[in-house]
T-cell receptor, first 111, second 112 residues
Framework: QKEVEQNSGPLSVPEGAIASLNCTYSDRGSQSFFWYRQYSGKSPELIMSIYSNGDKEDGRFTAQLNKASQYVSLLIRDSQPSDSATYLC???????????FGKGNQVVVIP | DGGITQSPKYLFRKEGQNVTLSCEQNLNHDAMYWYRQDPGQGLRLIYYSQIVNDFQKGDIAEGYSVSREKKESFPLTVTSAQKNPTAFYLCASSQGSGLEQFFGPGTRLTVL
């Protein structure tokens, strides 16, 4: 069983629409969850962190966490061409100071 | 201006050579990490260090070595024992367990 699974295939969304990215994880002890954005050829950039069940909003980004279902998602509202990137989901292991990364969701925003 | 620096940006290595990748941070973070990223793959943890003079193997430590003699520095050596070293190497740091990790710009290593 893979530790972190993200939706397969690139996600194409029209400019101004909502992009929805999903992530499931296997470690029930995970307490901290992070979303990174990675542009092609660049290093990952932290965009959201979430620690408690529910929603957390930061600008156009909303992270949603459901620990019982082992599910974390990221919504990008009013998508812009600059949001075109790969988004990496990274839960932390059970207090072990290690992140487990998914393969990422590629988002393409079409003007 | 706080941050994480990695050097060099690009590195070419001949087969059989050892090379050392530099990672420095001035964020006063306790923990530092090395990851490897291959095309179409997620990041895989090579080594990490939670405190000076201590480090632990990650998931793919074979063929790599590290040292943590100073809080701000965590160099990675890719040895000739690493069979497929061509990859994008990323260094990260964090204040501690459960907290955000921040990444340097990366080093792209190519074996000729």
């Amino acid at each position: 069983q893979k530790e972190v699974e993200q939706n397969s295939g690139p996600l194409s969304v029209p400019e101004g629409a909502i992009a929805s990215l999903n992530c499931t994880y296997s470690d029930r002890g995970s307490q901290s969850f992070f979303w990174y954005r990675q542009y092609s050829g660049k290093s990952p950039e932290l965009i959201m962190s979430i620690y408690s069940n529910g929603d957390k909003e930061d600008g156009r980004f909303t992270a949603q966490l459901n620990k019982a279902s082992q599910y974390v998602s990221l919504l990008i509202r009013d998508s812009q061409p600059s949001d075109s990137a790969t988004y990496l989901c990274a839960p932390e292991g059970n207090g072990n100071n290690r992140l487990a990364f998914g393969k990422g969701n590629q988002v393409v925003v079409i003007p | 201006d706080g941050g994480i620096t990695q050097s060099p940006k690009y590195l070419f290595r001949k087969e059989g050579q050892n090379v050392t990748l530099s990672c420095e941070q001035n964020l006063n973070h306790d923990a530092m990490y090395w990851y490897r990223q291959d095309p179409g793959q997620g990041l895989r943890l090579i080594y990490y260090s939670q405190i000076v003079n201590d480090f632990q193997k990650g998931d793919i430590a074979e063929g790599y070595s590290v040292s943590r003699e100073k809080k701000e520095s965590f160099p990675l050596t890719v040895t000739s024992a690493q069979k497929n070293p061509t990859a994008f190497y990323l260094c990260a740091s964090s204040q501690g367990s459960g907290l955000e990790q921040f990444f340097g710009p990366g080093t792209r290593l190519t074996v000729l």
